[in-house]
Nanobody, 123 residues
Framework: VQLQASGGGLVQAGGSLRLSCAVSGRPFSSYTMGWFRQAPGKEREFVAAITWSGSRTYYADSVTGRFTISRDTAKNTVYLQMNSLKPEDTAVYYC?????????????????WGKGTLVTVSS
């Protein structure tokens, strides 16, 4: 499974960005896709997750109400719409996949990772 994240960039506080994660490789009937982020000097943290069916979504408290995770199964792509961005959202954002049964919101339970995309929010 290969994951390719894109869409990062520089944005002013209050602005929006949409990250994309293209998934390729062997298809799986059910798995969880997630977004994590790592700010300078900090540990990687969970941001959002979605089951491949799209029936369930999960969010970190810090982004609830501002970020929305979604997926397009026809395009094998997962998105993270980020609105009302804050300087503390500045980080490298990673997409990840869990191909085993069960939902995961911690990085140690994800099976595949893409390279990160940098999001910088200026004040």
């Amino acid at each position: 499974v290969q994951l390719q994240a894109s869409g990062g960039g520089l944005v002013q506080a209050g602005g929006s960005l949409r990250l994309s994660c293209a998934v390729s490789g062997r298809p799986f009937s059910s798995y969880t896709m997630g977004w994590f982020r790592q700010a300078p000097g900090k540990e990687r943290e969970f941001v959002a997750a979605i089951t491949w069916s799209g029936s369930r979504t999960y969010y970190a408290d810090s982004v609830t109400g501002r970020f929305t995770i979604s997926r397009d199964t026809a395009k094998n792509t997962v998105y993270l719409q980020m609105n009302s961005l804050k300087p503390e959202d500045t980080a490298v954002y990673y997409c990840a996949a869990r191909v085993r049964i069960g939902v995961a919101t911690t990085s140690d339970k994800m099976d595949y990772w893409g390279k990160g995309t940098l999001v910088t929010v200026s004040s």
